[in-house]
């Protein structure tokens, strides 16, 4: 009992002795810590405001202003432990030699990061674009360092990391996607009237995009039909659905308008019989 007594006693002392060398060093790294933690939530606050005021891109604008606060508490950080007589040489080695290791094992994260602040800076594509990308086709929904979102028809979610963007074709066909299709009709059916229902047709559906002229015209002579090519937008999120009801109201447009569509017609030969005849 009395030796516990004893090393309570000694650590008492220990105790006062270092709060009366290290207090005044004590007092001062926390008020340069509190001091680091507003100034950078202060730092970080007036970066935000300054981006919206200039219609900076909301993501990269506050990847900056994190990036900043980070920079500004760490180095008043590295102040309060300079002020307690702590060297920091060794720990900003530790702390160098931390970040290589974890840039080693994450550097493909870090490239994503570093394709999703160029993708930012240069905009190729923004939210509610149709894109399509390494044959993967959606609206872009969300845009993050790491990562974009391309929401389907489907109301399917496609994740694709930023940095299998970086250096590939992208198609931009902002919000909407081009239908093309082709219908067959009968040689002896007048061509010009047919392009002028199928045109009509088109025309006459709500969704379909009257920025772009639809594009209709002769594509090929086929073997059994004249090949009408039809070319015209939708928006990405009514795709499928726009293209089944404009096939339906054309097809029902064409029997209207006794405008036939042919089956495919093969002519047969018996050469056989010929040849046993000429002998």
Same mark, same amino acid.
Request: glycine share 8%; charged share 20%.
């Given at each position: 009992?009395?030796?516990?007594?004893?090393?309570?006693?000694?650590?008492?002392?220990?105790?006062?002795?270092?709060?009366?060398?290290?207090?005044?060093?004590?007092?001062?790294?926390?008020?340069?810590?509190?001091?680091?933690?507003?100034? /950078?939530?202060?730092?970080?606050?007036?970066?935000?405001?300054?981006?919206?005021?200039?219609?900076?891109?909301?993501?990269?604008?506050?990847?900056?202003?994190?990036?900043?606060?980070?920079?500004?508490?760490?180095?008043?950080?590295?102040?309060?432990?300079?002020?307690?007589?702590?060297?920091?040489?060794?720990?900003?080695?530790?702390?160098?030699?931390?970040?290589?290791?974890?840039?080693?094992?994450?550097?493909?994260?870090?490239?994503?990061?570093?394709?999703?602040?160029?993708?930012?800076?240069?905009?190729?594509?923004?939210?509610?674009?149709?894109?399509?990308?390494?044959?993967?086709?959606?609206?872009?929904?969300?845009?993050?360092?790491?990562?974009?979102?391309?929401?389907?028809?489907?109301?399917?979610?496609?994740?694709?990391?930023?940095?299998?963007?970086?250096?590939?074709?992208?198609?931009?066909?902002?919000?909407?996607?081009?239908?093309?299709? /082709?219908?067959?009709? /009968?040689?002896?059916?007048?061509?010009?009237?047919?392009?002028?229902?199928?045109?009509?047709?088109?025309?006459?559906?709500?969704?379909?995009?009257?920025?772009?002229?639809?594009?209709?015209?002769?594509?090929?002579?086929?073997?059994?039909?004249?090949?009408?090519?039809?070319?015209?937008?939708?928006?990405?999120?009514?795709?499928?659905?726009?293209?089944?009801?404009?096939?339906?109201?054309?097809?029902?447009?064409?029997?209207?308008?006794?405008?036939?569509?042919?089956?495919?017609?093969?002519?047969?030969?018996?050469?056989?019989?010929?040849?046993?005849?000429?002998?």
């Amino acid at each position: 009992m009395e030796q516990q007594i004893a090393y309570l006693n000694q650590f008492y002392v220990k105790a006062i002795d270092f709060l009366a060398n290290y207090s005044f060093q004590i007092i001062g790294a926390l008020i340069i810590v509190t001091i680091g933690w507003f100034l /950078s939530k202060y730092v970080y606050n007036l970066l935000i405001k300054f981006f919206q005021q200039h219609d900076f891109d909301v993501t990269l604008g506050k990847f900056v202003a994190n990036g900043i606060r980070i920079l500004v508490f760490g180095a008043m950080l590295v102040v309060a432990i300079g002020k307690l007589g702590i060297s920091i040489a060794p720990f900003i080695a530790a702390v160098g030699a931390v970040f290589l290791t974890a840039g080693l094992a994450i550097q493909g994260s870090v490239a994503n990061y570093a394709a999703g602040i160029s993708l930012i800076i240069t905009r190729p594509f923004k939210i509610g674009d149709t894109i399509l990308i390494n044959k993967v086709y959606g609206e872009v929904e969300e845009i993050r360092l790491a990562y974009t979102t391309l929401r389907t028809e489907d109301e399917e979610l496609i994740t694709v990391p930023n940095k299998n963007m970086i250096g590939e074709v992208i198609v931009n066909s902002f919000k909407y996607r081009i239908v093309e299709s /082709s219908i067959g009709i /009968s040689y002896d059916a007048d061509a010009e009237k047919a392009i002028a229902i199928i045109r009509r047709v088109i025309e006459g559906i709500e969704n379909v995009s009257k920025e772009t002229q639809a594009i209709i015209g002769i594509e090929k002579f086929g073997d059994s039909a004249v090949e009408l090519g039809v070319r015209y937008w939708v928006p990405t999120r009514n795709f499928f659905k726009i293209q089944y009801e404009a096939n339906m109201a054309i097809y029902k447009a064409l029997r209207e308008a006794n405008i036939t569509i042919p089956y495919p017609q093969r002519e047969i030969r018996m050469v056989s019989q010929q040849i046993n005849e000429g002998l």
